[in-house]
């Protein structure tokens, strides 16, 4: 069983920036593959990006390609998702998850309770 808990969420103007962090407890972190995903109210849930159990590959979303950057250490059984350059349509619930296998589906194993992502105009 794996814990997730995100944190680094806030308000932002649009154009700034914020870090997120997952921090994963009770598995190991490193066998699995991450994933960021997003929700609006009223909206489905999104794919953000998503990285493999080593790091060494990565994808993301056409949304914010060139603009977020996903990243984990290992070591410290943490994820994290730069966010640059943000947009007021990036507002959103954000929500890091856990899987065996690499996916952009929301078919995730585990998943944090989310922390809530608002970029003003």
């Known amino acids: 069983q794996v814990q997730l808990v995100e944190s680094g969420g806030g308000l932002v103007q649009a154009g700034g920036s914020l870090r997120l962090s997952c921090a994963a407890s009770?598995?190991?972190?490193?066998?699995?593959?991450m994933g960021w995903f997003r929700q609006d109210p009223g909206k489905e849930r999104e794919f953000v990006a998503v990285?493999?159990?080593?790091?060494?590959?990565?994808d993301y979303a056409d949304s914010v390609k060139g603009r977020f950057t996903i990243s984990r250490d290992n070591a410290e059984n943490t994820l994290y998702l730069q966010m640059n350059n943000l947009k007021p349509e990036d507002t959103a619930v954000y929500y890091c998850?856990?899987?065996?296998?690499?996916?952009?589906?929301?078919?995730?194993?585990?998943w944090g309770r989310g922390t809530q992502v608002t970029v003003s105009s």
């Open positions: 998850a856990a899987n065996r296998l690499f996916t952009t589906r929301d078919k995730y194993q585990y």
């Open positions: 009770g598995g190991t972190f490193r066998r699995y593959v």
């Open positions: 990285i493999t159990a080593s790091g060494g590959t990565t």
